[in-house]
């Protein structure tokens, strides 16, 4: 089963695919989409987003895929600016077939590292250890794209054990 992971950001989206078999996991692809500067229309930044979880759904054919949600932001105008982020991702999501779960920002911290007020760096660490990584992701947004992804999977109901006679 493969899963991805998206941290939406309307400048910067970062993005992870897992393979999971069992309760073994393993990275098969991580990184961010750079879509430009807030002095850059925001269609345009939506279409780069777009077009590059496009390209990656296209690429990886997840089963699910995992978006961490909006429950705070500074201002109104960022809120919805990332909204219109999230939304361009559930789209590329659906697009592709695949099962779509969304967790909050807790919910993710506390699935990878223990505690819901985890910083980037621990979440950052913990990643890396849990998916025996050489070194822990970079940048950040992918590390946090990597454990929305780990969260869907930790979450996931367990495949029934058949037994044999």
């Keep these: 089963m493969i899963i991805g992971g998206i941290d939406p950001g309307s400048r910067v989206t970062g993005y992870g695919f897992l393979e999971v078999r069992g309760n073994r996991y393993r990275c098969i692809d991580f990184g961010v989409i750079r879509a430009g500067t807030s002095k850059q229309p925001l269609s345009h930044r939506l279409t780069m987003i777009y077009t590059g979880l496009t390209s990656l759904m296209d ?36 697009q592709c077939g695949a099962q779509i779960a969304e967790y909050s920002a807790l919910e993710i911290k506390k699935a990878v590292a223990g505690y ?43 495949v029934p054990h058949i037994q044999q006679r």
């Design 59 to 94: 690429t990886h054919r997840p089963s699910a895929v995992a978006v961490e949600g909006v429950f705070h932001a500074v201002n109104a105008q960022s809120a919805l600016k990332l909204g219109q982020a999230r939304g361009v991702a559930l789209l590329a999501a659906a």
């Design 116 to 158: 819901g007020r985890a910083d980037k760096i621990q979440v950052q660490t913990m990643v890396g250890t849990l998916l025996n990584m050489a070194d822990p992701p970079r940048p950040h947004d992918a590390a946090d794209a990597l454990a929305v992804a780990l969260c869907h999977a930790f979450r996931r109901p367990p």
